[in-house]
């Protein structure tokens, strides 16, 4: 009997270690992403101090004017919604993974921001609202809106009888590629200045970021979040196979559906305000597994610190490549992103023989 309980006492000692491991690498994750804030704030056209900054910051009434308003006005929305875009397009892209079972799933995979930036490209090019209402948000609007009816379509095509999770990935990419030929239509028919405008939009910028797209960003993560947090126990069961979920009780079908929605709008809404950056949704769950594993009470936190940091550290390297000047975020993303992309390919290839 006392075996037992020795054995007993120590798996609960090693789930508490595995437990602590874990904060700790959040907590770490977290000190790195706010370093990464500081530096994104301090670095630009003018450059200052960390202190000068954490100054500003903490006690603006002691700051010089023109480094408040640098600050406030202008590279701590942009900071700030690095951190936002981040984190919604890395969880989107978890779930994502976690439904499809595929390790190839993100947003940017699955077609949904090229119908953005068709959509943007729509009201760049030729002035058409697809919503009615609010003209000053016209090209975000149209981006969320074809957003949204890409991911109504791939959910619909996953309805039919057959469809597998892999059929929904290949789906999406056709997505992808019609998107893109659709977009290429609107520049070719379009304006030399309306090319312009739409090749500078799908190259992904957060250069005009405000204050109001930030709410509305966090808004969206502050919904969606507390109920991939409800379903937590059933995405980290959904990870050990359909048949093995269902057997828990799960119901699959269902759970994918309402995930795909929430992802769906996860997604759409930080992609509509700062155009096409790919790969985020892609690089940031993969960080995530690889540092805290498949227990969604762990793996969701970390999704969301990884990809905010990963953007923020893209920030900061599109200020530093070309002094004086912004290179555009989306960019920088894909050169990192495209490496890692191809590694998964090849890793997949050899895990399936």
């Not at 992904?204 to 709410?215: F, H, I, M, Q, Y």
């Not at 509509?272 to 805290?292: E, K, Q, S």
């Amino acid at each position: 009997m006392s075996a037992v309980l020795q054995e007993e006492t120590g798996q609960r000692e090693a789930y508490r270690k595995l437990v602590r491991r874990k904060q700790f690498v959040l907590a770490s994750i977290s000190l790195l992403l706010v370093l990464s804030v500081l530096l994104d704030l301090a670095l630009g056209p003018a450059n200052y101090r960390f202190g000068d900054v954490v100054r500003a910051l903490f006690m603006p009434d002691s700051a010089p004017l023109q480094l408040r308003v640098v600050l406030w006005e202008i590279r701590l929305p942009v900071a700030l919604m690095a951190l936002a875009v981040g984190a919604a397009l890395s969880v989107a892209g978890a779930q994502m993974q976690t439904i499809l079972n595929n390790p190839l799933a993100s947003p940017f995979t699955l077609g949904i921001s090229a119908a953005a930036s068709f959509g943007a490209a729509l009201g760049l090019a030729f002035g058409v609202r697809l919503v009615p209402v609010a003209a000053e948000y016209l090209v975000p609007l149209n981006a969320f809106l074809m957003a949204m009816l890409s991911a109504f379509l791939i959910h619909m095509l996953s309805m039919r009888r057959g469809v597998t999770a892999e059929t929904i990935v290949l789906l999406g990419i056709a997505l992808v590629f019609t998107f893109n030929a659709l977009l290429a239509l609107v520049q070719y028919f379009a304006s030399e200045q309306a090319v312009a405008a739409v090749v500078f939009w799908t190259m992904g910028s957060l250069t005009k970021a405000t204050w109001t797209k930030l709410a509305i960003t966090c808004a969206v993560i502050a919904v969606t979040l507390p109920l991939f947090v409800r379903r937590a126990w059933a995405l980290t069961a959904l990870r050990l196979g359909e048949d093995k979920a269902a057997s828990f009780g799960v119901d699959v079908p269902r759970l994918r559906f309402q995930t795909l929605v929430l992802v769906s709008l996860l997604a759409a809404i930080p992609v509509a305000f700062v155009g096409t950056i790919g790969f985020i949704g892609l690089v940031g769950p993969h960080i995530a597994r690889m540092l805290i594993g498949e227990d969604q009470r762990f793996f969701l936190p970390a999704s969301l610190l990884t990809g905010a940091l990963v953007l923020s550290l893209s920030s900061v390297v599109s200020k530093t490549l070309i002094p004086g000047a912004i290179f555009p975020i989306g960019v920088v993303t894909s050169l990192i992103g495209v490496p890692f992309f191809i590694s998964l390919i090849l890793g997949s290839r050899r895990n399936a023989w």
